[in-house]
Nanobody
Framework: QVQLVESGGGLVQPGGSLRLSCAAS????????MGWFRQGPGKEREFVAA????????YYADSVKGRFTISRDNAKNTVALQMNNLKPEDTAVYYC????????????????WGQGTQVTVSS
């Protein structure tokens, strides 16, 4: 079993940056691909980014490509999401999730979820 705890959310102005972190418990962290999802006000949860178990392959939603970077450190059981050039439409609760599956773009393959961290982009 894997427990996930996100941190790093907050209030930032448009054009600013934030770095989200997700700390995982459990000895099998490196067996899981990791993803970030977000859910804005009145919206459904949507895929943001994912990274393979080794960290060698990354995936991004078109809306964040070129602005967000996902990374992981298997020695520290952490996954991070560096968010640059933030826009008001990036405002959402951000969740990290873990999956042993091979399809990363929807929520259903993910087995474990964190509680979420709020990101608000506003002037």
């Amino acid at each position: 079993q894997v427990q996930l705890v996100e941190s790093g959310g907050g209030l930032v102005q448009p054009g600013g940056s934030l770095r989200l972190s997700c700390a995982a418990s459990g000895r099998t962290f490196s067996s899981y691909a990791m993803g970030w999802f977000r859910q804005g006000p009145g919206k459904e949860r949507e895929f943001v980014a994912a990274i393979s178990w080794s960290g060698g392959v990354t995936y991004y939603a078109d809306s964040v490509k070129g602005r967000f970077t996902i990374s992981r450190d298997n020695a520290k059981n952490t996954v991070a999401l560096q968010m640059n050039n933030l826009k008001p439409e990036d405002t959402a609760v951000y969740y990290c999730a873990a999956t042993t599956g091979s399809y990363y773009y929807t929520a259903s393959p993910y087995d474990y979820w964190g509680q979420g961290t709020q990101v608000t982009v506003s002037s």
